[in-house]
Antibody, heavy 125, light 111 residues
């Protein structure tokens, strides 16, 4: 079964770039019609969709974060990555990667399974 | 503020049934049959429990069921068990911003 594992720095300074990687095991990232996704959870709060990359390479971002985001995929390493620029304390959160699936075949991923265990990123000087 | 509205908390006794609501608009919950529900235990990653309003992934107990009426979706858990105590989140596609939205989450307490 597919498993996802996030990795990256746990501490990022304000105004710098947050970089995370999600390693996919148990299946190929380039097979199937999945949306490789990033979702975050602020401390004690709910979930916020960040964005995803389709297996074809097309990317889709949350409009509120779009200007600061880049999601990319490295098929040779079977992993995908998130870069978020100009971070502030408001970006402190638990970041999850997940595999998304589009039931509609048109609107993009509408459910996510499985999820990684999450990685906490703190933005502080 | 979350795009989808959920009650902050619900509770029930073992063996009872509870329902968690998720209210949106015609641009999200009401417009598409793509509501999903996630269970999150403390310190754990969310787990998919229901997708496409009322479909259960393999391995999820049939005590969990989903439904939708108008702009409100619901998750029902029957025969409550202590292990069901967790946070529950709904999610769906929204055409208003062409992306995914989540509810604010509901804390289920099993008394």
């Amino acid at each position: 079964q597919v498993q996802l594992q996030e990795s990256g720095p746990g501490l990022v300074k304000p105004s710098q770039t947050l970089s995370l990687t999600c390693a996919v095991s148990g299946g190929s990232i380039s097979s199937g019609v999945y949306y490789w996704s990033w979702i975050r959870q602020h401390p004690g709060k709910g979930l916020e969709w960040i964005g995803y990359i389709y297996y074809s390479g097309s990317t889709y971002y949350n409009p509120s974060l779009k200007s600061r985001l880049t999601i990319s995929v490295d098929t040779s390493k079977n992993q995908f990555s998130l870069k978020m620029t100009s971070v502030t304390a408001a970006d402190t959160a638990l970041y999850y990667c997940a595999r998304g699936y589009d039931t509609s075949g048109y609107y993009g991923a509408n459910w996510f399974d499985p999820w990684g265990q999450g990685t906490l990123v703190t933005v502080s000087s | 503020q979350s795009a989808l509205t959920q009650p902050a908390s619900v509770s029930g006794s073992p063996g009872q049934s509870i329902t968690i609501s998720c209210t949106g608009t015609s641009s999200d919950v009401g417009g598409y049959n793509y509501v999903s529900w996630y269970q999150q235990h403390p310190g754990k990653a969310p787990k998919l429990m229901i997708y496409d309003v009322n479909d259960r992934p393999s391995g999820v107990s049939n005590r969990f069921s989903g439904s939708k009426s108008g702009n409100t979706a619901s998750l029902t858990i029957s025969g409550l068990q202590a292990e069901d105590e967790a946070d529950y989140y709904c999610s769906t596609y929204t055409s208003s911003s062409n992306n995914v939205v989540f509810g604010g989450g509901t804390k289920l307490t099993v008394l």
